[in-house]
């Protein structure tokens, strides 16, 4: 039988990590089985406030977001032609994301112009 003097640092951190973990899943799966994961992600977008600028914003956020993945992608391509140690697999994982960040902004966007298109944004008051 080990006696606790015993037992060696790298055991004693394994030990600890894995308690971690079983308490993380523990506190995961109950709120799992409480509903509090739905009610916590469907916290996680945040409202905003309409405008009578919101079709300009619109314009312009999808502006960025074009600009913003074309200035990736470039990015990507004068990486690899300067380094190519893990290459072509670095390039296409930083475009795979990029372009699911782009599809989930541009998907973001229609959505929000679908909603303007059943509420329209207020005006303010003529003078």
Request: hydrophobic share 45%; charged share 30%.
């Amino acid at each position: 039988m080990n006696l606790p003097e015993d037992v060696t640092i790298g055991h004693r951190v394994m030990l600890t990590v894995a308690i971690i973990v079983i308490i993380l899943l523990v506190l995961a799966f109950i709120g799992y089985l409480s509903g509090r994961w739905e009610e916590a992600q469907a916290q996680d977008r945040p409202a905003y406030q309409l405008s009578k600028f919101e079709p300009r914003m619109l314009k312009l956020e999808r502006r960025a977001i074009d600009d913003a993945f074309r200035q990736k992608i470039t990015s990507l391509w004068t990486v690899w032609m300067s380094d190519d140690r893990g290459q072509p697999a670095r390039a296409i994982a930083g475009a795979t994301q990029a372009r699911k960040a782009y599809i989930a902004s541009m998907q973001e966007i229609e959505r929000r112009e679908e909603n303007l298109k059943r509420e329209p944004a207020p005006t303010l008051p003529q003078r």
